[in-house]
Every structure is written in structure tokens, then in C-alpha cells.
């Protein structure tokens, strides 16, 4: 069956003010010849350091359908279909408005410190059996992502689902113009990018900026934040008609009452306006169930069934570099290793922490494989540090570290703790192989600068388990 146009070369035209090469049709975009589809309109953005109409050539070889070119680079079509504009992300924008006013799709936009990838995840999963969801794909939440990701939005879609993110002040604001949601979602306050910010207040106010998109929608906030007072007058400020909470307080709309965690996820009670809901989330970690609760409500408020919501969780899939649990023969035995290596900042390396003291042992170790949290400014050392508490109050036997900033978290742990640190996470490899044993269960995580994702490929690449199995 052939997929359904997403773009057409006269409507793309007409959304950008380009002018078109060729009778085309688009059914989907890319922004990389890497991941870019059959039948992809190429997108050929320049940075600092590329050029994306130095690779329209191989985004033809790959199937491309047309690029979407500059003026200056139109030359790179060579007679191919194509549109040119004056500015490529320019265009990107246009086509995420026109893909936004032409769908009556219902609208969330999510932001948060930590949270937010998950929660967008969980949303889509729970949404995709009540229809058509179209949502940000990975961490797609920049000043291109978004975009992209409104551009990429079928006209029939039910829902549409975006993630916002920021590390500076203002950079919500043009992004939520472009989303225009009908319910924004702050997941949680934390200090995150402290390097940009003066304090945890002028990081709360920066993800306010995601009420400015709002004209009459709803508002659902963390109430366990200290910043809740400041966001719920934020978004009242800007048009939500009202505001929704969710967490443990006692005035929380949606409240959790109680999470049992387990090796496989979180058994949740949890009261709705007042009313009993029971369900399993099928990911460890108790802030799954924090997650999950803005998920439920959100679903709510997009006139879901929220019932089938709840139960859709329990089959939530792990998420690569956010939590995904892989099981690696090694040695005599297996290691079970928690990929949670896309990125870190303090609140969620705590929980990641946490998570790894729920599981079980099953006679091997606890192990944690971290890296540096990057763009904590000041703090940045008493940060790293202070992670010690949360080694030793989840039992964790051993941790490897790597990069400059746990030099103070090195220092820190007792001595008996510390497999090995390493100023690379090259340098690091060679540790984390030999150290780990049959029957240890192993946490990684970093800021996605620092690059663990590259021992987390190493570690279920089949090369690895082969020298662990003959023991070198």
C-alpha cells in the first residue's frame, strides 16, 4: 500500500514561498541522510560546521523524493525536484505552521528538567490505540527538532504530541508559538543547564514559557515543585483557562497515594479528582509513576479514555538510552545493564540511582557507570559530590566514573567503592570490561555530551560478551 502524501510540491510551495522544481510528493521529511526514508522531502539545513546541501547528492542515492534547497545552494539540485528558498530552517518553520493550522489534531506540548522525553514516550504509547498520534520523535525538541516534528504531522492525525526543551531563556517561547497546544505539560523543576541560569526560580520561569503558546487550554504542573505557585500563575497569565496538578501533595488533582516498585516497574494507586485508579507502569523506577500520572491527566484533558490509558502502561516499552533494560550473557552468567546513558543532570541522576537500589542483586553486585553532568556551572562540584549519598544509601558496591567533573564524586566515595575512573570514556572501556562480573546488575549514565552511549554499544555488541565468556 502506497503511504499517503504528506507534502505536495505546490503545497509546500505555497507554505514557504518557494518555488518548486518538478511535480513532487513528499511522505515524510529528513534533516539526515543517515535515517532519511524513501519517498523523504530532504530538508538541507546548514550549521557552523556542515553544510546539508553538500549531501543532497546522497539524499537522492537514498530515495529521496526532492530537497528543499537555499538560493545560494540551488545549483546542488542539478535538475532534481526540489523547492528553493531563501532559508532552508526558515522553511522548516513555515511547514510546521501550515502542518499545524491544517490539522485538527489535539495538541500536547510537554517541557520539564527531567521528565519530559519520558512522559512524551508514554503518551504516545498509551494514545496510539485511541488513534492517529503523531508525536516527537527521540529528544526532537530544539530550535529544529520541533519544528521537524510539526512538519512531519499528518493532516488526518487525532493527536499531535511535542516536546519542548531549552537551555536558555527564551528559546521556548518561539517554539510553542509554532506547537499552539491545547494542554501544556511541566514535568518537574530541577537544576538542569544551571551554567545559563542564576537559580532554580529563572529556570522555572524559562519553562513558563510554555504558556505563552496556550489560548484557552489547560495547564498541568507538578505540584510537588516549590515553583508551582509561580508556573500556575504563569500559565493563568497567559489565557489557560485552568490548571491541573499532579504528585503526592494533598492538593494534587491527580495525586499519587502510593508506587511499590519492583525489578520490572511500579504498581501505582493513585486518585483522580478524588477517585481511586489502580495500574502498573512496566518501567522501574518510582519517577515512571510520577510520569505517569501527568500522562493520565493529559490523556483527560485531550478527551481520551483514561482507563485505557492506565492499563496501555503496563505494556510501556523500555527507551533506548532512558531506561531500557538489556540481559548480556557474560562469563559463567549474565549481567542485566540499565541504559540510561542519553543524558543526566542531578535530579535524574538521583533517580537513576534509586532505581538501580529497587533491583534486585540475585548475587552479584550493584554497579553504576557514570559520567559528568555537564552545564551545572558553579555547582557543578558539590553536584558530583554529593551523589555519594546516593551510592551509599542505595547500596551500590561499585562505580566506575569517567570525565573531569567526578573527579569530586571520586574523592568523595570510600575507596573500596571505586572500580576505576578514567578521563575518557575510551579510557574507560577497558575498566568497566574487566571489572564487571556474572550476575551484576549495572546502571549507565551521563550527560549525552560525555558519550557512555559508546561502552552501553559495546557492552550488548556480541564482541564483548565473547572475551567476557573466555575470560579476558
Not at 530532504?42 to 553538500?54: C, E, I, R, T, Y
Not at 532512558?322 to 559463567?332: L, N
Not at 535524574?348 to 551545572?376: C, F, Q, Y
Request: charged share 20%; with cysteine; glycine share 12%.
Amino acid at each position: 500500500m502506497t503511504p499517503s502524501p504528506l507534502w505536495t510540491a505546490s503545497a509546500a510551495a505555497t507554505a514557504t514561498t518557494g518555488r518548486q522544481t518538478g511535480d513532487w510528493s513528499a511522505t515524510g521529511i529528513s534533516i539526515d541522510t543517515r535515517s532519511l526514508e524513501s519517498g523523504d522531502l530532504f530538508v538541507a539545513l546548514s550549521g557552523p560546521n556542515f553544510d546539508g546541501h553538500d549531501f543532497i547528492t546522497g539524499a537522492f542515492d537514498s530515495g529521496a523524493a526532492a530537497a528543499l534547497v537555499s538560493d545560494v545552494g540551488q545549483n546542488s539540485l542539478d535538475g532534481r525536484p526540489g523547492l528553493i528558498v531563501a532559508d532552508t530552517l526558515d522553511a522548516l518553520r513555515a511547514l510546521a505552521k501550515a502542518g499545524r493550522a491544517r490539522t485538527g489534531a489535539k495538541i500536547a506540548a510537554i517541557t520539564g528538567s527531567v521528565g519530559k522525553t519520558g512522559t512524551k514516550e508514554a503518551l504516545a504509547h498509551v494514545l496510539a490505540p485511541q488513534g492517529s498520534a503523531s508525536f516527537s520523535k527521540s529528544s526532537l525538541n530544539n530550535h529544529w527538532g520541533v519544528p521537524l516534528s510539526l512538519a512531519r504531522m499528518p493532516a488526518d492525525s487525532d493527536f499531535g504530541i511535542f516536546e519542548i526543551g531549552m537551555n536558555h531563556p527564551g528559546e521556548i517561547i518561539p517554539l510553542v508559538g509554532m506547537a499552539r497546544p491545547h494542554v501544556a505539560v511541566v514535568t518537574a523543576i530541577a537544576p538542569a543547564h544551571m551554567e545559563f541560569f542564576g537559580s532554580l526560580e529563572d529556570i522555572a520561569r524559562a519553562k513558563a514559557e510554555i504558556f505563552t503558546g496556550l489560548d484557552g487550554g489547560i495547564a498541568i504542573i507538578n505540584r510537588d515543585t516549590e515553583h508551582f505557585d509561580l508556573l500556575a500563575q504563569n500559565a493563568l497569565a497567559n489565557g489557560a483557562d485552568r490548571v491541573i496538578s499532579f504528585g503526592r501533595s494533598a492538593e494534587a488533582d491527580m495525586r499519587l497515594i502510593e508506587c511499590l516498585s519492583d525489578a520490572t516497574g511500579n504498581t501505582v494507586d493513585a486518585h483522580w479528582q478524588g477517585k481511586p485508579l489502580n495500574f502498573r507502569v512496566g518501567q522501574p523506577g518510582v519517577h515512571w509513576a510520577y510520569n505517569s500520572l501527568a500522562v493520565l491527566a493529559t490523556v483527560d484533558v485531550l478527551e481520551g479514555d483514561m482507563e485505557a490509558a492506565a492499563a496501555a502502561l503496563a505494556s510501556l516499552p523500555g527507551l533506548p538510552g532512558r531506561g531500557a533494560v538489556h540481559v548480556i550473557p557474560w562469563g559463567d552468567g549474565n549481567i542485566r545493564l540499565i541504559d540510561d546513558s542519553y543524558n543526566a543532570n542531578p535530579e535524574s541522576m538521583n533517580a537513576a540511582l534509586k532505581t538501580l537500589g529497587h533491583m534486585p542483586k540475585d548475587g552479584g553486585r550493584r554497579v553504576a557507570i557514570l559520567g559528568d553532568m555537564l552545564e551545572l556551572g558553579d555547582i557543578s562540584e558539590a553536584a558530583h559530590a554529593s551523589l555519594d549519598t546516593q551510592i551509599a544509601g542505595n547500596d551500590i558496591d561499585t562505580v566506575f566514573l569517567t570525565g573531569r567533573e567526578m573527579t569530586a564524586l571520586a574523592t568523595a566515595l570510600p575507596p573500596a567503592k571505586l572500580g576505576g575512573i578514567a578521563d575518557t570514556v575510551d579510557g574507560l572501556l577497558p575498566i568497566v570490561l574487566s571489572g564487571l562480573q556474572a550476575g551484576d546488575i549495572a546502571t549507565v549514565k551521563a550527560s549525552h555530551g560525555i558519550g557512555l552511549s559508546r561502552i552501553v554499544k559495546q557492552l550488548t555488541d556480541p564482541a564483548p560478551v565473547e572475551r567476557a565468556a573466555n575470560g579476558t
